[in-house]
Each structure stands twice: as structure tokens, then as C-alpha cells.
């Protein structure tokens, strides 16, 4: 008699498992934004980290992703830092919106296409190390599905003409 159950419940458990086994699967949901940010050293920065300071992978509206980093101005004068970002396709343009703070103080916040062009001109005093966060998100119903942006933080600097002045070169 015990057998004849045993039998029993062994023959349900495999009819189930090849049941869900046979599925067919259901259709993946569409994956969202891989992002990466990553700066590289410049000319009268010391720049901390250097490399992929943000990476998000299957990002989606409206979480962020967030970088940070460190510059300290190594020259022995101060010097003008216009933040501008690279991105490695034009495609997400108007989909991708960018914030970036520098000492806390927010400079911009627009698309990651508006901030191909240079910020205004920040000023770093010597020596002091000033840290800059960049958040980048997705603007809501953009079309950004299993896409991938690398964006290139670009840091270019210029002295001034005198101390007094606040002319760049």
C-alpha cells in the first residue's frame, strides 16, 4: 500500500515539474539605462578619483546616479574650471538630466546635451580641495530602453590675467 502511494505522489511531482518546466517564458522586461561617468587627470588639478567616479546599470526614472569627486588647484594661483561633459552617444541628449554642485553650491542643472558647453567659470584658490558631485537622471516617458551613455567629465582650467581681475585668457 505504501508503495502505491509513494508511486502516486512520485508520478504528481514529476507531472508539475514537467509542467513548469515546458513554460514558455514570459517576455523579459525591458532593461533600462547602463550609465558610467569618468573623469581623467588635467592640467593644474589634482583630481581624486580618477576614473569611473558613477556607474549605474538598468538605470530607470527617476532613480539617479550619483559621482563624486576631488579637485585641489596645485598651481599658486587661483584658477577658472569650466566643468563639461562628453557624452559617447548624442541619442540621449534631451533623455538624460544632469546636476552638478561644486563645494556644495549647485552650478547647473539641465541636459546632459546643454552641458556639452562649458559651465561659468569656477573659481579654485590654491591649495584648497573642493569637491564636485555630478547626479545624472532619466527625464520621465524618454525613450532609453537597453541603451547605454558614457559620459566624460572633462575638467579644463585657465588662469586668470591678474589677481584682481576675473578675465580668462
Known amino acids: 500500500m505504501t508503495k502505491r502511494r509513494f508511486a502516486l505522489a512520485f508520478l504528481a511531482a514529476a507531472v508539475v515539474a514537467l509542467g513548469l518546466a515546458g513554460r514558455v517564458p514570459a517576455t523579459p522586461p525591458p532593461r533600462g539605462l ?3 561617468v569618468v573623469t581623467a587627470m588635467a592640467g593644474r588639478l589634482q583630481v581624486s ?5 558613477a556607474r549605474a546599470e ?14 585641489t588647484n596645485v598651481t599658486r594661483r587661483a584658477v577658472a574650471l569650466r566643468l563639461r561633459a ?10 538624460v538630466r544632469v546636476s552638478v ?3 556644495g553650491v549647485p552650478v547647473r542643472r539641465t541636459t546632459l546635451g546643454r552641458l556639452r558647453a562649458d559651465t561659468a567659470p569656477i573659481r579654485l584658490e590654491p591649495g584648497l580641495r573642493t569637491q564636485v558631485s555630478v547626479r545624472l537622471w532619466l527625464t520621465p516617458g524618454a525613450d532609453y530602453a537597453g541603451r547605454t551613455v558614457d559620459v566624460v567629465l572633462e575638467l579644463p582650467t585657465r588662469a586668470p590675467y591678474s589677481r584682481r581681475s576675473w578675465t580668462l585668457r
Open 86 to 95: 562628453l557624452p559617447s552617444t548624442p541619442e540621449l541628449d534631451d533623455a
Open 34 to 36: 547602463d550609465v558610467s
Open 58 to 71: 538598468d538605470l530607470r526614472a527617476p532613480d539617479s546616479a550619483l559621482g563624486r569627486i576631488t579637485l
Open 101 to 103: 554642485q561644486v563645494g
Open 49 to 53: 578619483p580618477v576614473g569611473t567616479i
